[in-house]
């Protein structure tokens, strides 16, 4: 939703001070901006939620849910980002049982809450997919190893478009040390089942001939690829 102001309203706002001709605009990080009222036509205030994330790539699925284009800790596509441990926001030193909280927690999915890393570090847009989203990923598009920039990866192709995401194998964080670093880790935000445990996580496994859903102990670092499921309009 767009809200519009005219030069009109801008100057019955500055009523008090009709003696200045100059809109000044402070930010949150001590910057100020000038603008001359001579040269302002309009003031329009975008919602967020309207303006298109470039990172979000529609990959013709059938809930029509968006797909980043890099890792959650990554400025480019194959890029490593950030190794989480399930329902965290930040690395750390090591992923051993004593520095993770949340192995006892009984949650169906923390996506959209305060432990999502996608929404906490991308906006309320933005999500860590569910299992279903993973499953309608892995039954709706075109998986093959690639490689992109000299990493190694999963390149994942639309049916219906030339789009594509690149999902790097980054290995994950056991301890303090990296395993598997040929291998693609991604988390979900769904907590797995295993001989009745809830300290387990889904997560997707890549190993370009093998690409599947799992579940792993929780507390290991892996990576995040947001996703965005679109406003009904």
Known sequence: MKKLFTLAAIVALAMPAMAQDIMVVNTKDGQSVKYSIDNIKEIVFEDSQDVPDERAIDLGLPSGTLWASMNIGSTTEAGTGLYLSWGETAEKVS????????????????????????????????????????????????????????????????????????????????????????????????????NGSTNVGDYFFSAGTSNRMSTTNKRVGQQVRPVQVPKKK
């Open 95 to 194: 992923y051993d049982e004593d520095s993770y909280s949340y192995e006892d927690m009984i949650m169906t999915s923390f996506a959209g809450t305060e432990c999502d890393p996608a929404t906490v570090l991308w906006g309320s847009r933005w999500t860590t997919p569910t299992k279903e989203q993973w499953d309608e990923l892995i039954a709706n598009t075109i998986m093959q190893k690639s490689n992109m920039n000299g990493v190694d990866g999963l390149k994942i192709r639309s049916k219906t478009s030339t789009n594509f995401i690149f999902l790097p194998y980054c290995g994950q964080m056991i301890d303090s040390s990296l395993s598997d670093a040929g291998y693609g880790w991604y988390w979900a935000s769904t907590q797995g089942s295993w």
